[in-house]
């Protein structure tokens, strides 16, 4: 079997098996839910459980969190203002526009992303699979992508997208993904994000993350976030793991308090660098502006085995755009 045969097969049995993890959920959604006062108490449980997550995952314009809910049309443009001891002064910026195509039965979206850099202290991908917004990237990268959605729940994703790096030289690229969030066990909400996908510059990957969540307070979430990508050119996984504490301190300003390890898995599985943050997040003057303050302290691993401390921070402006969706029209319009 030739090596892309044997990636081929790797990609298409990961997606099965997601897709299969998720189908109990899929099937549980059809059925009629009970109506006993335990289930409405769950369900009032549940809910205030997925309120707090998805206040947060809109606030902090998580794009990958927050794909979980209707498709609506969307752009953000950020701005990054990063110093710390290594590195000295850098700018970075990115963009994302999706843009809903409701003539299309509502299932096709345009994306257009990209950046003109990477972001060196990212431990997981920002949209795994698109070469527009690429962490390792220390060029300027953009993209246009056409997604279709095949399956879209409150818990679920399954879409396919296909699209184009744009450059003096296009190349393409197709991918998959499945979003999938289901309460599980003692109030904890686990989300999976499956995304294998073939570039013609890169070849074949695959990109996994998990998150772990809980609601510690009706204000309070605790978050373990986990991810492992590799592709034909990549050194092995590339993984991350973060462990962090979302707290809402009012409706226009929320805190992050988290420290994550991150490295590939050759010649040897080691921790590339250890870091710990804190981000502050404000909402100002209009509700489409935000900035960001984010201290922190990296340990990144040197050549000859060591580690040194290097402090940093980070100011970040964000303008956001979200479409909003037309009234449905009335008989005779």
């Known amino acids: 079997m030739t090596s ?168 393409a690229y197709v991918r998959a993904r499945l979003l999938h969030a289901r309460e599980l066990a003692y109030s904890v909400i686990g989300r999976l994000a499956a995304t294998p996908f073939w570039d013609t510059k890169d070849g074949f990957g695959e990109s996994n993350q998990v998150d772990l969540e809980r609601q510690l ?24 793991t973060e462990l962090s504490v979302l707290q809402r301190l009012s409706p226009n300003s929320a805190v992050t308090f988290a420290a994550n390890a991150s490295g590939p898995t050759r010649p040897s599985t080691v921790v590339g660098n250890y870091r710990a943050y804190t981000r502050y997040r404000r909402n100002f003057l209009r509700y489409w502006l935000f900035f960001e303050l984010e201290p922190d302290v990296n340990w990144p691993r040197q050549e000859g085995g060591g580690r040194k401390t290097v402090l940093g921070g980070t100011v970040r402006l964000e303008i956001n755009f979200t479409g909003r969706e037309a009234p449905p029209a009335t008989p005779g319009d």
């Open 217 to 240: 307070a009706p204000a309070t979430l605790l978050r373990w976030s986990n991810s492992a990508t590799i592709t034909q050119e990549s050194n092995g996984w590339n993984w991350g």
């Open 4 to 171: 892309i045969n044997r990636w081929v097969h790797i990609l298409l049995a990961a997606l099965a098996v997601s897709i299969a993890a998720a189908a109990p959920a899929l099937a549980q959604e059809s059925t009629v839910p009970d109506n006993t006062w335990v289930d409405r108490y769950h369900a009032y449980i549940e809910n205030d459980l997925y309120g707090t997550v998805v206040w947060f995952d809109r606030f902090f314009e998580d794009d990958l969190r927050k794909d979980l809910g209707p498709p609506r049309s969307s752009l953000r443009w950020t701005n990054d203002f990063r110093w710390d001891q290594e590195n000295k002064f850098k700018y970075r910026t990115r963009l994302r526009a999706s843009i809903r195509l409701p003539h299309l039965m509502n299932k096709w979206r345009l994306v257009i992303t990209g950046e003109n850099k990477g972001d060196p202290t990212a431990i997981r991908p920002e949209d795994p699979g698109n070469p527009g917004l690429d962490v390792a990237s220390q060029g300027r990268r953009a993209s246009t992508e056409l997604v279709y959605d095949l399956h879209r729940s409150r818990n679920t994703i399954v879409d396919l997208g296909a699209g184009v790096r744009v450059k003096l030289s296009p190349t």
